[in-house]
């Protein structure tokens, strides 16, 4: 059955929809949550196509860059987020979390 568990559920609804934001964003995050983070990466690309104004597509990206070790990365994405979203809590975390690191925003 296709409804055994969030991927199938999120990669059936963008097979339904493919030219809609939310199941892409949906399934990017199902795919992280499930340990696939490269190809949570890849989908919240898409979603971000597909809707570039979602701060939340942004800052999941960022997450997901941050997981892989792609600081430069993520910090774009976080502070893209940010620039939609200026109240994007988890992106602003992020950042201050990253430059308290000693990584260079």
Do not use: F, M
């Not at 570039?52 to 993520?74: F, K, Q, R, V």
């Not at 976080?78 to 992020?94: D, F, G, K, V």
Request: charged content about 25%; overall charge negative; glycine content about 8%.
């Amino acid at each position: 059955s296709i409804w055994k568990d969030d991927i199938r559920i999120w990669e059936e609804a963008v097979s339904i929809n493919p030219e809609t934001h939310l199941p892409a964003y949906n399934l990017g995050i199902a795919l992280i949550r499930g340990g696939e983070i490269r190809r949570g990466c890849d989908v919240l690309a898409r979603a971000i196509e597909l809707n570039p104004l979602d701060d939340l597509s942004y800052s999941s990206s960022g997450y997901c860059y941050e997981i892989l070790g792609e600081t430069n990365t993520a910090i774009g994405y976080y502070s893209r987020a940010l620039e939609i979203n200026p109240e994007n809590t988890a992106a602003l975390e992020s950042l201050e979390i990253l430059g308290k690191a000693g990584i260079k925003q």
